[in-house]
């Protein structure tokens, strides 16, 4: 009998197999090509994400000196330096020369080949990971674990349709409006296009490649970097207990974990409020040397080319230098230079655009110009405080205690390790060396100073009571937390040692915000709409109301009709058919001019409006809640316009439809 060939039976094990499975699958499908393309760009959109990140991470190795950090701080204070820079890049070519998807790819693809060496060695960096989690404790790695869990649930939010109102009204909104537009442009149907846009420029880039899930999965991995910066900062010096503890105060909050998948700014203005107490622990300790003050102004720059409350990080700059100089007036004054010029470097390309747009460099703020009239101008600075003096005396337990995501005066929940913790940190004060006393010192006045700003702003507007407008300082407070849990572990109370239960509080903690944020993933079915599962249009529904309906209706009227929002500032699912009420002012604008409902319509309708659509349960949520911004008279005067007018469709009682035309 001939003997088969030697390569047959091995041959056979792997093709026998391999033609049965690919026949089963065949008539088993494990899902449809719809899932598929879903699939694809849900890994497209976030290795984009990781693309722009390791471009940052390398504007950032090549441009900045080197640094004597952890890693882990060492890649979060290069990608953060380095997203600041891609972001006024983004402002420059999309002013220039345009703004298009092509473009677009060819600035990432363009800066990636010229920084290609840079950023393979940023991306090195990201080894120091294994060796950080190996030399944690078990309890330290479930911190770390949990953690994870936490962000997963906003990785999802980011991966499924926005629906969060800031993101909708300007964040994405912006973005969307120069992609249209194939340039950044002066928007004028959005007041927001004069605010500085360091987020939305790396939006826009993010956005032109990948959609607009791209864009918040960028932000999401602003979160991520966040994690590694704090957590290499503290580990080396105070080690892995105060790190972790640190980085689970900072992620024990709801809002702070969930916000990252929002598309909002604030974690980008966490990161720049990271880098800055980063450059001024360098200084502290170097001999104050004049380079970590410039490093430290530039990036409460780039925080306020993020966002303009973000300028409290630069007061809180000023303070610490301020305090901690304490020598003589000449020196003060020269550190206080060197800070400010880092400062105006990133703050001056904001304000020269917003010069050549509308002729006012803080537009919309302050005089008449573009958009913004006299009328409009004093429509948004009538403004109230909330609160009172018990919200200067005992705000951090109240915006601890008290701040609920959505709720009025704080509108976050920051969780209660970033107190519980923090007041322990002058324990034992003098067991640390030289160097942990400094760093102590510097956090502990950067929080104070946060705290007096915190305070004192929110007397003159409820808009700066909410914790959002601190996320910069927010590090300060999560670094301050894990140097009180490592100074209290040592303490003991008969024969119990404090660190075991101290540690079990903190893993409660975190375990019960991670819980949290999950159940909140499963009652708006956002990983079913992240994969494609249920219909975007169900699923803002769920999550939006009548909002939703409202803008398919808005869509729904015959080309060439344009809606004129009326109390409704969000934009982003009718655009380009309808223009929003941005600062929620257009009635009373038009009202306060012309007193007369004809010459009101008249207007409306040489502008090129055909219907009107009313956020009724706003109307009504105002005049039950007075509003210096909204008087009686004013609205009154609206529902008596509105009898004038034919209603198309009642949408629950909640939106009303009518033709202008």
Known sequence: ??????????????????????????????????????FTLIV?????????????????????????LHP???????????????????LMVGTLIGATAWLMAILLAGMTILLHRSIRRWLVKWGAWRGVFQASSVAERWIGILIFLALTASLWSALAPPFRYDALVYHLTLPQAYLAAGKIIH??????????????MLYLLAMGLGGTSAATVLGWGFAILGLCGLLGWLVEEWGSRAAWTACAALFAGSTLVLSSGWGYADWLGLLFGLGCLFSLNLWRKDGQHTRYLLLAGAFCGMAIGTKYPFGMLALVG????????????????SHFFWFSLGVGMFVLPWLVKNYLFTRNPLYPFFFPSADMDEIRLAIYFEDEPYGGWQDVIALPLRATLWGVEGGAGYGASIGPLLLGFGLLAAFNWHKWTESQRKTLQLTAVFVLATWFFWAIGGRFTAYFLQ?????????????????????????????????????????????FTTLEVHLDLLRRFTPQAALGLVETEKYLERNTGWYQPAMEAVRSFPQGSQTLLIYEPRAFYCRPACTPDENLDRWRRDWTRHRDFNAIRHQWQQEGFTHLLVFRSGVEFIKENPDPKHPVESLTALEDFLTSLPMIEDLGGVYQLYLLQ
């Open 467 to 511: 914790t959002r407008m601190f996320y910069p300082m927010l590090p300060a407070f999560a670094a301050l937390a894990g140097m009180g849990f490592l100074a209290s572990t040592s303490l003991q109370i008969g024969s119990i040692r404090l660190q075991r239960v101290l540690t079990a509080m903190v893993i409660m903690v975190l375990a």
């Open 318 to 333: 000023l303070a610490v230098i301020g305090l901690i100089s304490r020598r003589s007036l000449r020196q003060i004054l």
């Open 1 to 38: 009998m001939k003997k088969s060939p030697p390569w047959l039976t091995p041959l056979s094990a792997f093709f026998i197999p391999l033609l049965i499975i690919a026949g089963y699958y065949v008539t088993h499908k494990p899902f449809d090509p719809s899932f598929a393309l879903t």
């Open 72 to 90: 882990l701080a060492d890649l979060t204070i290069q990608a953060t330096a380095g997203l600041g820079l891609l972001a006024l890049l983004v």
């Open 187 to 200: 928007v004028g149907w959005l007041m927001m296009s004069g605010y500085p846009q360091n987020a939305e």
């Open 44 to 68: 497209w959109r976030i290795l984009l994400a990781a693309w722009i990140l390791s471009l940052a991470g390398g504007i950032g190795d090549r441009l900045l000196p080197r640094l004597p």
